[in-house]
């Protein structure tokens, strides 16, 4: 079965969607710029992703980050390296691909019925 196309329309809400006052990765591009721009680049968006699917492979610049390192509060000691957490910032159009992505999987899985019905999220406050 084909892969439906991306469209703009698909693009467009989840650029809505993604949060505001997010660091942006290497590409620099704030989350807030994609919201200004996208009635303007949602259509090239689609097409460049749908393209890229079609292909199987991402831009090598999608695959790159920024690693940032975060003190933990309430450490006694700042020497030691478990009282830091790396953070790695991607880039911005890289996120919203696998957004879109990952809205496709979970309707797909959803639609047909995929998950069994025990299945729980986990939070990501349940994994620290």
């Known amino acids: 079965m ?10 467009g809400k989840t650029i809505r ?19 200004i721009l996208a009635p303007d680049i949602s259509a090239g968006l689609a097409q460049a992703i749908t393209q890229r699917l079609a292909v199987g492979s991402l831009p090598p610049t999608y695959k790159e980050s920024t690693t940032i390192v975060l003190r933990k509060e309430g450490k006694k000691d700042y020497s030691l390296p478990k009282s ?18 990952a809205n496709r999987l979970t309707t797909a899985t959803e639609d047909r019925g995929l998950l069994p019905w025990n299945q729980m999220a986990l939070e990501s406050s349940d994994l620290l």
């Open 2 to 11: 084909p892969l439906e196309p991306i469209t703009a329309e698909e693009v």
């Open 17 to 35: 969607q993604l949060p505001n006052d997010k660091a942006p990765g290497p590409d620099g591009i704030p989350n807030e710029v994609l919201k």
């Open 84 to 101: 830091y957490r790396p953070i790695a910032l991607e880039n911005t159009l890289a996120k919203l691909f696998e957004k879109i992505i």
